[in-house]
């Protein structure tokens, strides 16, 4: 019988999610709307057990408040069987406006977080001003899964993904 190249999925504990989280930077939140759920890409930083990031007004943050918690995912893909996917689910919260978030202690690492990301963050020197509105959202569950291809015999292997 011939060797085939079969994929092997797992799921990863905290650690490993938490690290696929902090290497990258660019994430989706999926929140519920009237007619469904929608998914946006936001530009992110994950400081201890918080993901930061920055938006701009609009559907989204007319529609969270109505149900506070979101779902935020990131995936890490190098090939079809070469991937992670997280997914963690928690409360959304944003800075009240008008809010120094220098001066909130609890937002600051955040903050800086941020600026570190995208310098110029807050300044005459932002790159993208329109973005106001600071917000985060608790890990409070976190799951993740990869998939890497593992050579097998035809016929073996795990079920799908």
């Known amino acids: 019988m011939g060797r085939v190249t079969r994929p092997s999925f797992r799921p990863l504990d905290r650690i490993a999610c938490e690290r696929?989280?902090?290497?990258?930077?660019?994430?989706?939140?999926?929140?519920?709307v009237p007619d469904g759920v929608d998914i946006e890409p936001v530009h992110y930083v994950y400081v201890g057990d918080w993901i930061y990031g920055r938006t701009s007004p609009g559907a989204k943050l007319a529609a969270i408040p109505r149900t506070p918690r979101v779902?935020?995912?990131?995936?890490e893909v190098r090939a079809l069987f070469e991937w992670r996917s997280v997914v963690v689910r928690g409360p959304f919260y944003t800075l009240p406006s008008g809010?120094?978030?220098?001066?909130?202690?609890d937002w600051q690492p955040g903050?800086?977080?941020?600026?570190?990301?995208?310098?110029?963050?807050?300044t005459?020197?932002?790159?993208?001003?329109l973005r106001t509105v600071i917000f985060r959202?608790?890990?409070?569950?976190?799951?993740?899964?990869e998939a890497s291809a593992a050579a097998a015999?035809?016929?073996?292997?795990?079920?799908g993904a």
């Open 20 to 32: 696929v989280l902090v290497r990258n930077v660019v994430g989706r939140i999926g929140y519920p």
């Open 71 to 75: 779902a935020f995912e990131v995936d």
């Open 99 to 105: 809010t120094d978030p220098y001066r909130v202690v």
């Open 111 to 122: 903050v800086q977080a941020l600026e570190r990301l995208v310098p110029g963050t807050l």
């Open 124 to 129: 005459a020197e932002d790159p993208v001003p």
């Open 137 to 145: 959202i608790h890990a409070v569950d976190m799951t993740g899964r």
């Open 153 to 159: 015999t035809a016929g073996g292997g795990e079920p």
